[in-house]
């Protein structure tokens, strides 16, 4: 089916830069990406380099939405002992607070969080078990 629609010359411009021997082709390829989103609908578009830092990062190729969801919430588990602990959004976010309280400029910020886990779950131990 074919389709007429007006669009700013500068929006065109973009899409002739990137197949300058068909721009409708570009039109029609990126229209098809979308073709599930509903408008005004919230979405975050995670492209190049952001998506291969993202693959390092978590140490597993994003390639869609629900990978990066499933990998994100692996992060917010502890696993001790074959035993998994969820921890909430709030508990993160305080423990990240303490870890940036303590720790100084150049200071492994991931290892200085693991430290600080390790410690809490220390602590707990300690308090259940004496």
Known sequence: MLVNIQIPDEVY??????RPDR???????????FVNHTPGEPRL???GEAVR???TILGWPVDRTETLLEMINKLRNISVAG???ELTPDQLTRLRA??????KPGDDLEEAFRAQVVARIKMAIAG???
């Open 23 to 33: 721009p409708q082709a570009a039109i029609a390829e990126t229209l098809k990406e």
């Open 98 to 103: 303490q870890t940036n309280f303590y720790t």
């Open 83 to 85: 035993l998994e602990i």
């Open 128 to 130: 259940l078990v004496g």
């Open 53 to 55: 830092r993202l693959n």
């Open 13 to 18: 411009q973009k899409y002739a830069e990137r």
């Open 45 to 47: 578009i995670i492209e």
